[in-house]
């Protein structure tokens, strides 16, 4: 198969992490008989710097004309970047929000596990003895609140914001479906977490997602508010096995879901559309920080384009090669810098290069 792959290279850390992933598709396509195109597109801080725009329609209609799109991380520093004293809709991250709707990536999927190796970096009441979880948030990304009208106005001196959640049953309807199938694939469990006490909104998504339900009847639903799960995320996430929800409660989740895990440099994500296309981004941001050192961990990328292989080209037996790869890395010890803790030996830390090289070597 000759692929045809969008790379969105970003900003901070972006570069040296898709470079890392890259590598490791060229090496899982030369060993599986597979040859794939690489075309760079600008989006975020590095089109405002090409094209006074955070994104162009030339970059979403060669989005469209690929097979699929690997994106490193975007934005910098808000504090001191010039990209933010740009208007709002100028800014890198209303490029990101543009291509997800421009590109109909309703589905966002974000896994967060435990590696028993890094299990310590779990903040969670100490590493209490085999604690484990794995989980995936379905984050509905097109939808809800950050698509709603929005306005500031001012009447009689008085300054007055407002932001619309809006959901059809529709959209509503396609998230729940996407989160039941990937249940079938896993344990069986979803979690639909809503704000169903209060909103309009989650009372629909409540109720469409209980009808979805009926045709998944092997899948066991269960419906949370969503204070409740920040709690429970905390106290119990093995209790999780999917958890669908709306845009902006996603959001906040993932979040905490990755940080429970100690190790936010390793994990993934998709956002999928309708059919098999998707862009595949690591969980975590730009990092602007300690771009160009190369130290950032690219593992997240990595498995990003692991879930590419999986979700967008059907090739479940390379992105287990890829996954396996990486769980061996890991297993044999090998640490980028954010993955040691305090106290531990820094010195054996590896750069991002090193662990790209690592990780391709022990691909079989
Ligand atoms: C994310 C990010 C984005 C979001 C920002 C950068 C607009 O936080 O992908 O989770 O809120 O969706
Ligand atoms: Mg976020």
Known sequence: ???????????????????????????????????????????????????GEPLTEETIEQARNCDAVLMGSIGGDAATSPWYKLPPDKRPEAGLLRIRKALGLFANLRPASLYPELADACPLKSGEEGRSFDLIIVRELTGGLYFGERYTRETDGVVTAVDTAVYSENEIRRIAKKAFEIAGKRRGKVTSVDKANVLDTSRLWRKIVAETAADYPEITLENMLVDNCAMQLVHAPEQFDVIVTG???????????????????????ASLNESSFGLYEPSHGSAPDIAGRDI?????????????????????????????????????????????????????????????????????
């Open 296 to 364: 950032a961990n690219p593992i997240a990328t990595i498995l990003s384009a692991a879930m590419m292989l999986r979700y967008s080209f059907n090739m479940n037996t390379e992105a287990d090669a890829v996954e396996n790869a990486v769980r061996q890395t890991i297993t044999e010890g090998f640490r980028t810098g954010d993955l040691i803790r305090a106290g531990e030996d820094r010195s054996a830390a590896l750069g991002c290069s090193a662990m790209g090289d690592i990780i391709t070597e022990r691909i079989r």
């Open 1 to 51: 198969m000759n692929l045809k792959i969008g790379v969105i290279a970003g900003d901070g850390i972006g570069p040296e992490i898709t470079a890392q992933a890259v590598k490791v598709l060229d090496r899982v396509f030369s060993l599986y008989g597979h040859t794939a195109d690489y075309i760079p597109l600008l989006l975020g801080g590095a089109s405002i710097d090409a094209f």
């Open 247 to 269: 845009n902006m409660f996603g959001d906040i989740l993932s979040d905490e879901a990755s940080m429970i895990t100690g190790s936010i440099g390793m994990l993934p994500s």
